[in-house]
């Protein structure tokens, strides 16, 4: 889902030959009609794009085939470069993480208040994980008061982003490390505090199965999105209300609603 973070006149199509095998698989799940056509065109026209994403992921390789197949003719220039617009801005949130200076701009991190976080519990000397840490707005919020933070992220650019950024802050006791919220790489019991931004959701049972796992009993599960101008007529998340989350709500500094979720597990 496009959330209108980028101008695709200001991107390159190439950007794509920068992804990684579990980012091709999340395109080659798009159900979109415009996304997929888009695609189609475009890969039955870039023969080195579509050699890429085939073999970068290979259980891909049918999907991108059969794609290029639907397709029986050439676009001229203009024509394929506003599939190729259009593209880059449909799937904006995976085209951003390719270049993390951009993603820390948007209103979703830069107006993002670290009190949104701290005020939810204590971090003071806690051993926190931060699953999906992007470039890693919640993992620096609360480095000065916890005794460590593991900042795990999947997509490499933004690891890379991260550790740089915590060179230039200086920080000595936050670890960024490769991994996804499905298959945490830590042993049971050993965090205080886990916290999320809008990585939890694809499963929710397991991930939250798996986030208990690695959690000390009375310790928090927090689940805290950046500023979002988007309205949610349907409030909270059953969901996680259903699990026995508490939550609060706030309107955004970009009117958006933003509900932020919490809950001490008991072992």
Known sequence: ??????????????????????????????????????????????????????????????????????????????????????????????IVYMYPEVMEKLDYIALWDEERLLSI??????????????????????????????????????RDYMRNKSKELKYENVYIIDGKIEALPFPNDFFDVVVSGHVFGGDYEAEYLEMCRVLRNDGY????PGEDERKKPNGPSKELIDMG?????????????????????KK
């Open 1 to 94: 889902m496009s959330l209108d973070w980028l101008d695709g006149k200001e991107f390159s199509i190439n950007t794509f030959l920068l992804m990684d095998r579990d980012m091709i698989s999340v395109i080659a799940d798009q159900r979109d009609a415009k996304v997929v056509e888009a695609l189609s065109v475009i890969l039955s026209n870039n023969e080195t794009l579509k050699w890429y994403l085939i073999n970068k992921c290979p259980e891909c390789r049918n999907y991108f085939v059969n794609l290029v197949n639907e397709v029986h003719q050439y676009y001229d220039k203009d024509t394929l470069k506003e599939y190729e617009d259009f593209l880059i801005e449909a799937l904006d949130t995976l």
């Open 121 to 158: 519990t204590d971090f003071s000397n806690k051993r926190v994980l931060d699953i999906g840490s992007g470039t890693g707005r919640l993992a620096f919020s609360v480095a000065d008061q916890a005794e460590f933070v593991y900042a795990v992220e999947p997509v490499f650019e933004l």
């Open 221 to 224: 599960i927090i689940d805290c």
């Open 245 to 265: 989350f508490e939550y609060s709500h706030y309107v955004s500094k970009s009117d958006g609603d933003v509900y932020r979720y919490w809950k001490k597990i």
